[in-house]
């Protein structure tokens, strides 16, 4: 039990971490907000995962690493749209 949701985590920073690679711009964010954001992303990607292809028990369920990082990478583009942090740079 421990070392799954120490897995988790780790999966988790991992998904955050790639995804604010990914996303143009600067992130400043802590080490327990890119966590944060992996660990979303990683609800995000399965529920996704869930709606395209119908697998799973529950409509919310954590993701694989891909899944994970498309769902930060969204949740990411989200947060930055909402709090207006970044701008397009023409």
């Known amino acids: ?31 327990p907000l890119t966590l944060a954001l992996g660990v979303v992303g990683s609800f995000v990607g399965g529920f996704l995962g869930r709606v395209i292809f119908g697998a799973g028990d529950s409509i919310i369920q954590p993701a ?5 990082i498309i769902g930060a990478v969204i949740v990411l583009m989200i947060y930055n749209y909402v709090n207006g942090e970044k701008h397009s740079h023409a």
């Open 64 to 68: 694989g690493i891909l899944g994970s």
């Open 1 to 31: 039990m421990i070392w799954a949701l120490i897995s988790f985590l780790v999966l988790g920073l991992i998904a955050g971490y790639v995804a604010r690679l990914l996303v143009p711009g600067e992130d400043p964010m802590t080490v």
